[in-house]
């Protein structure tokens, strides 16, 4: 059974850094968009940053500048590195791909930034 787990969450101040991380596992045949989301409380998920087929990569104009999403094909990983964290950061981060041509989703890290 293919899964994603993340890690890399926690508790940070304001103008600091978290590097998030989601490994894949199972028996893999194709990934394909590869992404974060993120949800606060009382707020839809949104999408944070995700790298689509061909490998254009998209950000949320909030995050901009400020997070950078890459992978690592031969560990089958996605990173989320967040610089100047802001307290509105704060969410439960998700990752999300297309594995298998299935659409699979992570457990959730949280991420909170005190301010």
């Known amino acids: 059974q293919v899964q994603l787990v993340e890690s890399g969450g926690g508790l940070v101040q304001a103008g600091g850094s978290l590097r998030l991380s989601c490994a894949a596992s199972?028996?893999?045949?194709?990934?394909?968009?590869v992404g974060w989301y993120r949800q606060a409380p009382g707020e839809q998920r949104e999408l944070v940053a995700i790298i689509r087929n061909g490998g254009t990569t998209n950000y949320a104009d909030a995050v901009k500048g400020r997070f950078a999403i890459s992978r690592d094909n031969a560990k089958n990983t996605l990173y989320l590195q967040m610089n100047n964290l802001k307290p509105e950061d704060t969410a439960v981060y998700y990752c999300?791909?297309?594995?298998?041509?299935?659409?699979?989703w992570g457990q959730g890290t949280q991420v909170t930034v005190s301010s």
């Open positions: 999300n791909a297309v594995i298998n041509w299935k659409n699979v």
């Open positions: 199972g028996t893999i045949f194709s990934i394909n968009n």
